[in-house]
């Protein structure tokens, strides 16, 4: 099911003559620009009423959030966390996933039982996440010791957390587990300087998250969680210290979430300092301004790309309200795959 | 009017007011005032003790402990019930252990935003009430009514072992009172929600209001159901329960938690041993199914009793 | 002869053998060979599959689940049952809904070394099937026999589901038989321990000895008790239960594990419902008291049911 | 409670000559001596059938732990774990409930009800550990916050865990609670390179596990677990540290047991390499060289010390036989504070 980048508004003529990593760049923003737009239009829905439990946007992270979708490989192993609408489609998960499952779609992976972030498909190696904060990346570390026990090579597994997501428990003994299997577990920190309503200076006392990483004896590394380019390279070059057999790499990206924990909530306990600051910048804003100083691309191909995105979300929207909802009186109400054992 | 969620805030301005040994300790429970705003100005009116935790419940409920040992009475919020798992161990082993090992009390409430609401899903919907009744050293509170909600909270602090009190998050906003109260019911003591002769019904939490819905709805039928609010779920009030199906002969336990061994089970098995002549014919009972709670509302509206399956179930019973 | 123990190390050693899918992990599984030797050897003969494993129970099981979905069979030997309690997210919340909510299966097998010895204390004798058994998704073993700690692990791993595997600790050394079994019953019946015409004691692992003893006891005054070994509580096996209840009209369900809602609450809410004309009198359940578990023998013999209170409890059950 | 040091054999004249340090050094090298004694005592009762359920031995850790015992003061708290008789003693834990625990003694300060290490006298600042590795930690972070809550200043709160105990989600999440709160919390790790049969190898992979003291904002500090004079000089200053408002502080001490983990255990899975290198060496014996050679005492008063722990352990055993064993019958069987609330 992963589908190669499916657009109508393919690169004009003149990006032949743009360099890999520039391509790498405007396929990476593209994604971004096609998260930004679905889930502005699951806001807007949302705040309609045809959504029903929360919507969590990743404005502002999807450049740290799709360089790792786009940084891994068809057969590598990924579990997304509530901001990685654009990992997800640069790792391939169709648009339509998305949307069905916000929306309860009965065709949806879900099939209505689990809904909006909580969606994966473990067959095509994206596990759809819990929502206990930490629970995936043991699940990520044990899909890679499966690999290892198969004599599967070459296969990275990611995962991320947020700056919340570190106090768990889960992520210390996932964290220090992969480590002492030297495992290919790539683990990307957004340090979006809050845990829902939380600042940082009530989460962890320590200088900077990447400190951690020595404590378990893998290897750290930073980065402007706003800059695309600079997350593309180090979650890139993290990403391949893994392939290469370096073991568990930790990156911690920092930047701002714009947007509410959640659509009900408006964010207003973020501080004004934070927001007029380096890291309030518009991930999606700096990356059109690098692509339009370096002439990647001109504004009009820009627009182009933004009508595409917008045609995108549309036609899944559009195709997902036609698709029948989950019918109880079709639901096996089955737990588990033994059905004879079920008490059902 | 007043909601069960400020009876809940309110709750906790009084504790905090009477008392300088409570502080609450949870999730963006401080400024923020909480996921559901149930610790809303708190911190404001009471600094320095009203607490944002890191996102570590374990250590929180942990932490929780040790302060009881040292005289305080917290009071935990769990942003969801569903994340209590996390913090499990320290519940169940430590909290609940304490006494009994010690003779030192453990006074900590904590706090499970419970049960179903739609667009939940698996993980924010749960009912761990009868996972925490199980443990010996807990108390187990599922409140159904506003007043109840006050109260039984100032109860679960003053009380000086650990409690586990299960607030509905669908009876936050649904559910309002005149006032709040200023008496209450003993901990421990059921209530009879509605009298009736026919049957009785035996539920907790948000099931009460399904219950009376179905109630209402069998009375127009002619019947007369009575129902029992259990209050809190450890201690059980088997005595109300015994003497309600002396009257009516006929009980059916509705609850919201998943069907194997909870606290419907708890419920049939007292009133057949303890009550079994009392019976008019077999007991029955009411849960959610057996299958994690579905996030799509059309799913989760089958997959939790209802008053309309509810009294579906009753009609059957008393025609049997 | 061979001990319950080794036959759940030869069930290990027969599935590392016969299904390049399975691999043990838990603390101190490998050269050492378990805390109890479970896995005694297995490390030296099936080299890399066998794997010690960081104190991390949450850990240990998230990495089964991912195990598993990438197509292995994973082990996961806990070192006691009470340390599930850290892992207890990952079980109920993890493993239990993956199947339902992605139509993958997460085929883990879960050993809880279970149950009360002489000397264990609160934290190394819990018997936590009925916490496991609440929740959608898992299967819960509870073997008895030397033959069933074999073939029903064997099972354990062949199944789809997630399996928490509740082996009883007093039974390790205690329960020899002559060989390991070549046939065994289907998962989830229950088996007619004794069969009887009197009485119907069901009941599961270490209380199934107790039981049985106590019916020894009873033979003796002349009444035969039929004993049922539910095997796994869940799936619980109403049918046989029930018909046993037909032929004996008397039920006393006993458990080792806390009274609070356990196995013996849901046996008889079950037999209350579907088999209430069947029972000649009240049914009863004896469980273990509503404490911890005490570490001093004198004490813990009398928190748990033994021969000589079952036996006493079904005399005052038949001169009703 | 908290008894001064007990004995019959006091300091001879010529000690009070010695320094302050050195008469710590003495007063700790006799509650190891104490503690070595005691534990041999209980081996042999488990030995010969005495005592139910597993008997601890702390052999080769008694100087890191009396180091952290005599370093605390009367109304600090202190939750000691397996292999902590020697702090126990110091910190004034009667000799008794150690005896009156391994043994189930009715008047023991857990009356029969749990059992070897699990004893402790909560009103007495001895919190009682729960078998649960790292559970104890945010208890000792709790009662910290509860002394500030109460405007109780200058306590320290100690607590060890061992080098497989930091794998726990319990470690992280407190270590990083008290760093946010900035809790006078002493955790001392004793690293003595097994848990259970299971090596460092396998337990984590950092270089060294005081690596994580930067991670958690907390100071890191090194020592010899087998020094004594190195232990009192480390333990202490991270103890002070902690009082002065430094936060919480992180002794790693390497050393290695000299027993099995329990006494059902030979200890065979021990490397040799190990057990005579310098991490091998007994502690006890190297407290006793530096007091000879530098003169605090003499070998006759060595031996007098060793025949007064003795009689005090043949004392407590003698008294604890002579008590009466939990009788159920005069049980309440009531798991609550609130017995009309008791299901009994
Ligand atoms: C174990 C656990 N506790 C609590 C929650 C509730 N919760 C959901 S998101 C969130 C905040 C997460 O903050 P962070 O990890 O920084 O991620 P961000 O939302 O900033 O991307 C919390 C507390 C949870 N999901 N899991
Ligand atoms: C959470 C948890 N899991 C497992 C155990 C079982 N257990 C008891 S002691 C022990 C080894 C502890 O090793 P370490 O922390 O290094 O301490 P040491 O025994 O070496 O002093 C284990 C695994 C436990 N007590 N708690
Ligand atoms: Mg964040
Ligand atoms: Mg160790």
Redesign the interface.
Known sequence: MLRPMASTAEFPRAHTELSATEKTFLQAYRWMLLARVVEEKLASLYRGGK????VFLSKGQEALSVSLGISLRKRD?FAPLIRDQAARLAFGEPLLDCTRTYM?SRLG??R?????V?R????EGI??M????G?????????????R??GIQGTVGATCIGD??T????????L??A??E?LPLVLVVANNQY????PT???????D?V????????EGHSVDGTDLLASLQVVGHAVERARAGH?PQLVVASLLRLAGHGEHDDGH?VSPGLKEGALGRDCLKVAEERIIDQAWATREELALWHEDAQRQTEEAVAQTLREP????SQ?D??????R????? | MITYLEAIREAQAKALRDDPRVYIYGQDVGQFGGAFKATKNLAQEYPGRVLDAPISEDAIVGSAIGAAMEGMRPIVEMQFADFSTVGFNQIVNHAATLHWRTAVPCPITIRLPSGGTAGGGPFHSQSMEAIYAHYPGLIVMAPATVEDAYSMLLEAVAIDDPVVFCEHKYLYYHLKAESLPTEAMPTGKARIARTGRDATIVTYSAMVHESLAAADELAAEGWEIEVIDLRTVKPLDTDTVLASVARTGLLLAVGEAFPWGGVTAEILARVASEGFDLLDAPPRRLNAKDTPVPYHPNLWGTHRPTARTISAEMRDLLRR
């Open positions: 959504i029903f439990g929360g192993i309860g992976p879900m209505g039982r689990d809904g909006n909580h994966g498909r473990p067959a596990l759809p819990i929502s206990h904060l629970a995936m990346i043991p699940t990520v570390a044990g899909a890679l010791m499966a690999r026990f198969r919340g997501g106090s768990t428990g889960a992520f210390h003994e996932s220090n587990l480590a002492v030297r845990a829902y309503s939380t200076t009530r989460q962890f006392a320590c200088r998250l400190d951690k990483a020595v404590g378990y004896g893998v073991g306990y909802l989950p019918d109880p639901e109400w089955c737990s588990l795959a033994s004879h054992l079920s008490e059902g």
